[in-house]
């Protein structure tokens, strides 16, 4: 059994790499998942476990406390492991470090969203929001979108948005800060959200046509980040139907208030992955919805090991 830190793991991965594993994973068997979520007030306890024959079975979990990034120090507001067992004996095989797991996971679960729905021709993103996820969803964006020309960042906070951005410079890489989130997202071909908003940040008249929604920071009932008018106006992808319908609030939300059904789905991984059609046109907006299952999980921690060991 092995013990794989983010210190030890996070160096030696790559996000093209990353992308291509969750898109094998999804050709393999269907998962079988479970989840449990306890939640006081903003804090979360989250563990997800998933069971694929041939690939493993992983247990992740992971506690949410959000005020710990104001901290002095800061502290990480994401903590947690993954179980990563074997397929055949059962065996636990690995211990990953969550962070690192959810860390290439998520980043990786959109920008593959992207490469599946996302017109060829992008050239401009932007992330909504300011914090980890934030800084790593353009370091995988930037490697997956050679072609993206302008990277902007806008967050509620302007002081943690230039922050972002100077972070990012020390990595030779130049990111606009946006006062105007209005005027941003109107300007984007691809854009993130990655916030912990509980109320829509992101406004459907906002949208230009042929752009591309990646909706990364609503994980619980009580949250999203997009208005009805965009989830409307949209053709609307997930990452699994299983874990975001009837789980998470960005979709809950406008079903309970009778705006659409499960069909508005038009597919997930499962049907991408496996040559079901994705965007239909270049003035077609879409929608991708990142819910980050257990299955996903799995498929990174293995992908980890196998780097690492083969």
């Given at each position: ?53 041939g690939v493993g079975l992983a247990l992740k979990s992971v506690t949410v406390y ?12 994401v903590q947690g492991a993954m179980l990563l067992f074997d397929s055949q004996s ?221």
């Amino acid at each position: 059994m092995r013990f794989i830190s983010y210190e030890q793991a996070d160096g030696e991965l790559s996000w093209q790499e990353m992308a291509n594993a969750l898109e094998a994973g999804h050709k393999l068997e269907r998962a079988e998942i479970g989840d449990l979520l306890l939640t006081k007030e903003d804090r979360s306890l989250l563990s997800r476990g998933a069971w694929i024959d041939g690939v493993g079975l992983a247990l992740k979990s992971v506690t949410v406390y959000p005020e710990n990034a104001a901290k002095q120090p800061p502290e990480p507001s994401v903590q947690g492991a993954m179980l990563l067992f074997d397929s055949q004996s059962g065996a636990l095989s690995a211990i990953l470090d969550g962070p690192l797991v959810t860390k290439w996971k998520t980043a990786g679960d959109s920008v593959l969203g992207a490469r599946l729905l996302a017109r060829k021709e992008a050239r401009s993103y932007l992330v909504v929001g300011a914090g980890t996820v934030a800084k790593t969803l353009l370091q995988a964006y930037r490697e997956v979108f050679p072609d993206l020309e302008t990277f902007t960042v806008w967050a509620r906070s302007e002081d943690k948005a230039r922050a972002l951005a100077d972070d990012m410079a020390k990595e030779g890489m130049a990111v606009v800060v946006a006062t105007d989130l209005a005027a941003a997202a109107g300007q984007a071909d691809i854009i993130s959200t990655a916030t912990m908003a509980k109320e829509p940040i992101l406004k459907g008249a906002w949208i230009k046509p042929g752009a591309h929604v990646d909706l990364i920071g609503a994980y619980r009932p009580d949250m999203r980040e997009a208005d009805d008018d965009l989830m409307l106006k949209g053709s609307l992808f997930v990452d699994a139907r299983e874990t975001t319908i009837g789980e998470i609030g960005e979709l809950m939300i406008p079903m309970a208030a009778g705006l659409f059904d499960a069909s508005h789905v038009k597919g997930d991984f499962r049907d991408l992955c496996n040559g079901a059609p994705g965007r239909l046109s270049e003035t077609e907006i879409t929608i991708f919805k990142n819910g980050g299952g257990a299955h996903l999980d799995l498929m990174t921690g293995n992908m980890i090991v196998r780097k690492l060991y083969g």
